[in-house]
């Protein structure tokens, strides 16, 4: 049986998401030989940390909203089916990858990451008012910038 969260779950994790990704990108940046994967990584990093701050906001400010709502058994079912495909990585865990694989396997392994938590978050716009949305959708869009960031990373290597 699926989990059931209630908003301020959602935005733990969501910022649980972007804390781990912070530590993934650090770690690649930091071991990673290839100096232009190790600085798109820290720019990504400080990025991450930009959203989880935001994120921690917007949960602060949850309490005092009337204009969210929960999420519907569906849209729970859907956010619980992304974290158990491991979306959000403990961050140890998150360490151990980027430390253990080649660049190219961790460049891969990092757009995945983002892949999904375009996802997990086009779920959590849906689940809060509509200002709060809008910032939301405007971090779906860094995060399909990261991708395409990666993406093109990837093709460098070769």
Known sequence: ???I?????VFQMAMQLEETRRTFYEALAHECPNRQVATLCGQLAGQEMEHYNLFKKMREQMARKTDSRRLSLEELDFVTALLEDKVVLDADQ????ALRGNAREMLDLAIKMEKDSVLFYAELAGAVGPK?????????????????????????LD
Do not use: C, G, T
């Not at 969260?5 to 779950?9: A, K, L, T």
């Open 1 to 3: 049986m699926a989990a």
């Open 5 to 9: 969260f209630n908003s301020d779950e």
């Open 94 to 97: 998150a360490r151990k990858n």
């Open 132 to 156: 709060d949305a809008a910032a939301v959708q405007e971090i779906i869009k860094e995060e399909k910038k990261h991708v395409r960031d990666l993406i093109a990373a990837r093709r460098n």
